[in-house]
């Protein structure tokens, strides 16, 4: 069990990561072309989908590693 609670954890927080570089790396985009992330995303709709994406994942994170290191 103990093995399955740390690919839990590694697997979101490489996505995590992954997630995170992405958006940064659409704000390096934003910047240099003069555009805004929301023309990016398709309206608000979606750049609210993304940071909500962002912040499901960073929960994901945070009670994976509770539950990983709590035992």
Do not use: H, T
Request: proline share 1%.
């Amino acid at each position: 069990m103990k093995l399955v609670n740390r690919a839990i954890f590694l697997l979101s927080v490489i996505s995590l990561v992954i997630s995170m570089v992405l958006f940064y790396n659409l704000g390096i985009y934003c910047d240099e072309y003069n555009a805004s992330p929301e023309m990016i995303y398709g309206g608000n709709w979606g750049l609210l989908l993304e940071w909500g994406n962002l912040i499901i994942l960073f929960f994901i994170c945070l009670l994976a590693g509770l539950r990983l290191f709590r035992k």
